[in-house]
Nanobody, 122 residues
């Protein structure tokens, strides 16, 4: 029902910046919470930042102070601005969203994007 497509990843030098985007499309009623997760090689997936439909946010300690999550509800796009990138930021970054499928639905579903690679070399 919801397709999430990440973009904006790539190779960035230490100290550099990038902006990830997640575009939601498909058939759905509304998207509630959205979040960015990441998974480094050999490690489990971890939460980076999340944002509610009402723009409440929270961040992982590892990115707090140098990252900003935002969303455009009219365009159904979520962003993650990351500054002062470090090698430990290297990971596949995944978009996550919770959405209802039809008007009047009392339940919600979770969706994942396929990820975008961010590489910060040492």
């Amino acid at each position: 029902q919801v397709q999430l497509v990440e973009s904006g990843g790539g190779l960035v030098q230490p100290g550099g910046s990038l902006r990830l985007s997640c575009a939601a499309s498909g058939s759905f009623s509304s998207i509630n919470d959205m979040a960015w997760y990441r998974q480094a090689p050999g490690k489990k997936r971890e939460l980076v930042a999340r944002i509610s439909r009402g723009d409440r946010t929270n961040y992982s300690d590892s990115v707090k102070g140098r990252s900003t999550i935002s969303r455009d509800n009219a365009k159904n796009i979520m962003y993650l601005q990351m500054n002062s990138l470090k090698p430990e930021d290297t990971a596949v970054y995944y978009c996550y969203a919770v959405a209802s499928r039809n008007p009047g639905d009392l339940i919600w579903y979770s969706y994942w994007g396929q990820g975008t690679q961010v590489t910060v070399p040492s």
